[in-house]
């Protein structure tokens, strides 16, 4: 039996002109996706080892930034890291001081107010060349440290302005440094929970 051939879908959002940041904000029905230099690029939906990674870094900083009374977490937020073409990416979790986050809150669209921290978790479909760009526009926007962790190979590469990338592994403790002063999260104990 022959089959019949359809076309694809078109995507419900432009591929012919670029796409400003505010008209993006303005659009939750593109579904999950992030502006790239004006244009939009269509994101997976997270695995479920992807979305529990997130949900475990998202709450650990997030009792102990309520608990110091900090600041702000948030999850998958979108932030401006370039202009004119726009650029918005989704950190997966990102921690912010109530001072940014009260700026954060004025004027339309996506905030200009970099947050202190972004982090991303490295999904199968992540390649590190995206990262590593993700990295240097959250960095070039304002972001003071960047964690990158890698659930597969149990690290976390921590980058922060002016100083060379690490990479923790093994039993060593990632730590809030200037950022998050007094946060500690041993990987052993991070990458167990993951597990569970």
Not at 37 to 61: D, E, N
Not at 100 to 118: A, D, F, S
Not at 159 to 171: C, D, M, N
Request: net charge neutral.
């Amino acid at each position: 039996m022959a089959s019949v051939l359809t076309s694809p879908a078109k995507p419900p959002y432009p591929t012919d002109r670029l796409v400003t940041a505010l008209e993006f904000s303005q659009h939750p029905e593109w579904g999950r996706c992030e502006l790239k230099r004006g244009k939009v690029v269509p994101l997976p939906p997270p695995r479920p080892k992807h979305g529990r990674a997130v949900a475990v870094l998202a709450q650990r900083l997030g009792n102990f930034a309520d608990e110091a009374k900090l600041g702000v977490v948030t999850a998958e937020s979108g932030l401006l890291t370039g202009q004119a073409p726009d650029t918005v990416r989704g950190p997966d979790v990102a921690f912010m001081t109530f001072e940014r986050w009260r700026k954060c809150q004025e004027g339309e669209g996506y905030p200009r107010i970099p947050p202190q921290l972004c982090i991303e978790v490295v999904s199968p479909s992540d390649t590190w060349s995206e990262l590593n760009e993700k990295v240097g526009e959250y960095l070039a926007a304002g972001v003071d440290v960047v964690w990158v962790v890698d659930p597969q190979l149990g690290q976390v590469h921590v980058y922060a302005k002016g100083q060379p990338p690490r990479v923790l592994k093994g039993q060593d403790v990632l730590d809030g440094g200037t950022v998050l002063p007094g946060f500690t999260l041993a990987l052993p104990d991070l990458f167990a929970a993951l597990t569970r």
